[in-house]
């Protein structure tokens, strides 16, 4: 599994991506497809719960993944906003945007993903989108 993801790293146009998320799906590994924990792969390979970002910050497993998601929790939430918005209005994410994600993002850890869908269905944005029937 890591060889493989190496090779996207050594491709210029795959690395970008990786060298983010491939650190935060390692911890991860330790569960396969269906959500059942392994300590070996199909092939007998044991599995490596590490992963280590550009900056050599090194998580290992889920427990490290959770602390480190809790010490960025600002970005994930932000990011959850974001990717909550553009789904739900069908498009990018514009700056008109920004006051509804600020809103979400600060609800915090705390907030469920029913709150942030209630959030937007009754933001200006949902309810007044260009070319509705309304």
Not at 90 to 112: P, W, Y
Not at 126 to 134: D, T, Y
Request: some cysteine; overall charge positive.
């Amino acid at each position: 599994m890591r060889e493989r993801l190496a090779e996207h790293k050594r491709n210029a146009t795959c690395a970008n991506c990786h060298l983010r998320i491939d650190p935060l799906g390692f911890p991860l590994e330790s569960f396969d497809a269906v959500g059942r924990t392994r300590t070996t792969y199909s092939d007998g390979k044991p599995v490596d719960v590490t992963g280590e970002f550009a900056d050599k910050t090194t998580i290992v497993g889920t427990e490290d993944l959770l602390k480190y998601l809790r010490q960025h929790e600002r970005e994930v939430m932000t990011t959850l906003s974001k990717k909550m918005i553009g789904y739900a209005l069908g498009r990018t994410v514009r700056g008109s945007d920004r006051g509804l994600i600020e809103k979400m993002a600060a609800s915090g850890s705390n907030a469920t993903l029913s709150d942030f869908a209630v959030t937007i269905v009754t933001s200006r944005q949902f309810r007044n989108r260009v070319g509705s029937s309304q």
